[in-house]
């Protein structure tokens, strides 16, 4: 039987992209070497310091076609306003969720043991949900424009563009993973001021909610929904919401559960045409970039996602153990869980976990 070969476009971008994609990708030859397979990376370069030696272009004008061939991508990070505007760096990720197809976006935040909520008196698993964010329409098509620019008279729009079949196939997924977990959706509205877009999405859960009875369904408007999360974050199992309200309640939800360094995400193409992505939720963090202090974990489990959806669960479910451990332990941790550990260390230690 021919070995298991996986090709992966290994894009660390910029400031701690660059770290913590070194660490998935020893943690990723770790468990492959462990599981019999083989985990063929092929470095991209590009990001701001590649922009600087290619006209301001942070990729080249063809680098969908050269990701195309990739079984996945495992990306880092994106970003440094010192150098280049963000709307120009961050225009390739954009472009890579919605030409690949990339409907879906997956964040879970899980309350693990051995880490700390900055809500009180929350345990372990208080917090268990994931937030599935519509990844290519909505707010983010980049449909608009601005004229006059800086005078006066200046006029930008940025129109949102939610269709009807792109928000059934994200509530469809949603309840399907309901069904898995603990059979509870919650949709992300505001249709009380949205009222076409929201009253659109609001209609499509009314349509599709009586397939899945067992799925228990509602909605809640973005502003009490964000109050919820700190409020009764145990409330939530699976939470649907468009592509910017997906955005900002992640973040949210990266710092209950104790660290944006914890966040993983996976931008996924569910019919398999085109490569699926992978990447921490959090940025390049310019503040802490070069420090070598950069937490890794979202990275690692990043890599556990796209395992998972190659097929190689036994591998990813051994990256996840290691990581509850290192956590669990507590000994080897980065300043952003209140811990002196560099970055190399947190990859050395759950290396080590692996198996254990
Ligand atoms: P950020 O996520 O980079 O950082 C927010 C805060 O969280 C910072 O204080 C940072 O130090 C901390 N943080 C983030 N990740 C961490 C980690 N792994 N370990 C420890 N601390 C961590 O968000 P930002 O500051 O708003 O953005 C910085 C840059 O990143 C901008 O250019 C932004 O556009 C870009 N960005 C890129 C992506 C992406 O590539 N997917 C995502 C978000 C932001
Ligand atoms: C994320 C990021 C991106 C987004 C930005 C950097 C374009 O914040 O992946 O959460 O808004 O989707
Ligand atoms: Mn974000």
């Known amino acids: 039987m021919a070995a298991r070969r996986y090709r992966i476009a290994l894009y660390p971008g910029d400031g701690i992209g660059t770290d913590v994609t070194a660490e998935a990708a020893r943690v990723l030859a770790g468990v492959s070497r462990r599981h019999g397979f083989f985990v063929d990376t092929t470095a991209v370069p590009w990001g701001c310091l590649w922009a600087r030696e290619h006209g301001g272009h942070p990729v080249p004008a063809d680098f969908l076609e050269h990701l195309r061939p990739f079984d996945a991508i495992f990306l880092g990070a994106l970003g440094m306003p010192a150098m280049l505007p963000d709307h120009v760096t961050l225009a390739p990720l954009i472009r890579m969720r919605q030409e690949f197809r990339q409907y879906v976006c997956l964040r879970p935040a899980v309350l693990m043991p051995g880490t700390e909520s900055p809500l009180a008196d929350r345990k372990p698993g208080d917090v268990d949900m994931v937030i599935v964010r519509e990844n290519s329409e909505g707010e983010y098509t980049g449909a608009g424009g601005c004229t006059h620019a800086g005078s006066p ?30 059979q509870c959706l919650t949709m992300a509205t505001k249709s009380n001021a949205l009222n076409h877009s929201m009253v659109m999405w609001d209609r499509i859960l009314d349509a599709v909610r009586g397939d899945y009875p067992d799925v228990q369904a509602g909605k809640v408007h973005i502003d009490a929904l964000a109050m919820l999360f700190v409020r009764t974050p145990e409330a939530f199992d699976v939470v649907v919401a468009s592509n910017l309200f997906g955005d900002i309640l992640s973040d949210l939800a990266g710092a209950l559960v104790g660290s944006l360094g914890l966040a993983p995400s996976a931008n996924i193409n569910p019919d398999r045409d085109c490569p699926s992505l992978f990447e921490p939720v959090h940025g390049s963090a310019p503040d802490i970039a070069g420090q070598g202090v950069a937490n890794p974990i979202a990275a690692i489990r990043s890599a556990a996602m796209m395992l998972d959806f190659l097929g190689e669960t036994d591998a990813a479910r051994e990256i996840e153990r290691a990581v509850a451990d290192n956590l669990r332990h507590g000994s080897v ?24």
């Open 153 to 182: 008279e200046e006029i930008s729009v940025q129109v949102a563009v939610h269709t009807r079949r792109g928000v059934e196939r994200i509530l469809r997924y949603g309840f399907e993973l309901a069904r898995r977990r603990r």
């Open 333 to 356: 941790r980065t300043p952003d869980l209140a811990g002196t550990a560099t970055t190399v260390q947190v990859g050395n230690d759950i290396l080590q976990r692996l198996s254990d």
